[in-house]
């Protein structure tokens, strides 16, 4: 069973992007047996090296901004971990600006931060990532509107149903309620899902702060929802 | 059952993270069997979507390929029945899938075409071109892709 409320609808006015690229027309339903029978991408040829997690590692120098570190579990929707699955990420900068030329925020680039990251989750399906917190930046959606400080993630999971690309946020953010990416979700206990939370055991004294947000991926349960 | 973490779109900024050395290349171009797949991805109003990245697979083959100014991809592939594609951009808060089909296979009985509406199937069907196979993706309008729900 899945609970659309907590999915975002393809249309979202508030989103000024989605008017012209939502679809309109009915999506067709594959069979409830079908939809498991999709095996997910063979992610393999996306080369994942072991430094690539730390992303406070990928220059000569340190990035500036708040160091943490950032993990949690991939779960599937029956509560199993997801084993070496790929979880890739990416962020902007401390200053809230984007490695990548289509960003043009006037905020300073930092030489010594990429902002991309990929790792396989372990046995337990725990990933791992130490990185600087994001800042909020600007964007062009209505007046004066600011992105709450987030970090994108990419999942794969096992089958066609499980591939996840989301955003998540950080706790107590003055942003998020101004945000109508994450406001498009209807239900806000599926907003909470996209919130981390502090985690002051993983926290390592005199070095980082530790955020903990776990992931659930539709499993074998799982059906299309109604959207 | 635990609910799902729920989707968020892929944003604009995603070119620096996603593209991976031969992302686009299932198979090396050239080599046996390999087929070039060239489409753009178009909006609403017709306008070339230049800020979308797109998936393809089929049992062992991946590919990935962010679209260009004009909103073109281009894959290489062995040829298979059809292809599954996921298309993430801006303004899509879930990503979109939808199948694509290679034309010289047989496609009278397939189950899933059998399921769309006569007037829609071409829209999952690559057609022949200039040294491949094109595939052009409407996320809306008249000629909307048929979509496939999550």
Same mark, same amino acid.
């Given at each position: ?36 029978? =999709? ?28 160091? *943490? *570190? ?57 990933? =791992? ?10 964007? =062009? ?87 | ?29 050239? $080599? ?94 690559? $057609?022949? $071109? ?21």
């Amino acid at each position: 069973m899945t609970e659309p409320e907590f999915e975002p609808p393809y249309l979202f006015p508030d989103y000024r992007a989605t008017q012209l690229r939502a679809p309109r027309r009915e999506l067709v339903r594959l069979p409830d047996e079908w939809f498991h029978q =999709r095996r997910g991408p063979a992610f393999g040829r996306i080369p994942v090296k072991p430094g690539d997690a730390d992303l406070t590692r990928q220059h000569p120098g340190e990035p500036l901004g708040e160091r *943490i *570190i950032l993990t949690g579990r991939v779960l599937d929707s029956d509560a199993r971990p997801v084993r070496h699955t790929l979880v890739e990420v990416w962020q902007a900068n401390a200053a809230g600006r984007y490695v990548d030329p289509v960003d043009t925020h006037p905020a300073p680039l930092d030489p010594n931060f990429t902002g991309a990251g990929r790792c396989l989750t372990d046995d337990d399906g725990v990933y =791992r990532f130490v990185t600087v917190k994001p800042g909020a930046y600007p964007w =062009r959606n209505h007046a004066n509107a600011w992105r709450p400080a987030h970090v994108h993630f990419s999942l794969f999971g096992s089958q066609m149903a499980s591939r996840l690309v989301t955003q998540m946020y950080f706790p107590g953010d003055p942003l998020m309620p101004f945000d109508p990416i994450l406001n498009s979700i209807a239900d806000a206990r599926g907003r909470d899902l996209l919130v981390a939370r502090f985690d002051p055991e993983t926290t390592e004294p005199e070095w980082a702060l530790a955020y903990r947000w776990d992931i659930v991926l539709r499993g074998r349960d799982a059906t299309p929802s109604e959207s | 059952m635990t609910i799902p973490t729920p989707s968020q779109t892929v944003g604009p900024f995603f070119g620096f993270a996603m593209p991976f050395e031969d992302d686009a290349h299932a198979v090396a171009p050239g $080599s046996d069997g390999a087929v070039r797949i060239e489409g753009q991805v178009f909006d609403g109003a017709r306008e070339p979507v230049p800020d979308a990245v797109l998936e393809i697979s089929d049992g062992d083959q991946f590919a990935r390929c962010g679209t260009d100014r004009e909103g073109a991809f281009h894959f290489t592939v062995r040829k298979a029945p059809y292809f599954e594609v996921l298309v993430f951009a801006r303004g899509l808060l879930r990503h979109l899938a939808t199948r694509m089909y290679i034309p010289d296979s047989s496609l009278a009985g397939d189950p899933f075409l059998q399921m769309v509406e006569k007037e829609r199937r071409h829209t999952l069907i690559a $057609s022949a $071109s200039e040294g491949g196979l094109r595939f052009d993706i409407h996320l809306q309008g008249d000629q909307e892709t048929v979509f496939i729900q999550l």
